[in-house]
């Protein structure tokens, strides 16, 4: 396993969409693997494969309750809207209030190729959605209505 370096805002990796993943080989294990033990070293809540540089539809959720690898994930059907603070590893020292939907259902696939529906709100909702929009190239800073100073985080 190693720590994959972090690509930044202006990458424009980031702007890509990004593939989906038909075989799920021992690259794909050896990625998923390397993108948890980044995402732990930098105690994030999620992590999608462009922000390590590559372009295919897997992105890894790292919370208390969900740590889970997500392939081809899709959100299936949401509900409602809430603002809540966001962040995220390629634009360091910087958060934001976004909008998503207050509930989602999202189906993915993990390592060993199996489907699974997931049914999310608060944290885990949050998370989901913004790592998916990381597949489509979209940053939450696409998305934020007003930056928040750190200090009010404390
Ligand atoms: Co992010």
Redesign the pocket.
């Known amino acids: 396993m190693a720590i994959r370096n972090i690509r930044k805002i202006g990458d424009d990796v980031l702007r890509k969409n990004c593939r989906n993943v038909d075989v799920i080989d021992d690259r794909i294990k050896t990625l998923v693997a390397d993108m948890f033990e980044t995402v732990e070293k930098h105690d994030g809540a999620?992590l999608?494969a462009p922000?390590i540089g590559v372009l295919k539809r897997i992105a890894v959720i790292n919370l208390d309750g969900f740590k889970q690898e997500i392939i081809n994930p899709e959100i299936i059907l949401k509900s409602g809207e809430v603002s809540d603070v966001e962040g995220?590893?390629?634009?360091p020292g910087k958060w934001g209030m976004v909008t998503r939907p207050e509930k989602v259902v999202v189906s993915y696939q993990n390592l060993n190729g199996e489907t699974f529906e997931v049914t999310a709100e608060g944290m885990l909702c949050k998370c989901l959605c913004?790592?998916i929009d990381?597949l489509d190239g979209v940053?939450?800073v696409d998305k934020v209505t007003e930056y928040i100073d750190p200090e009010d985080l404390k």
């Open positions: 999620g999608a922000q995220c590893l390629s634009v913004h790592e990381h940053l939450y």
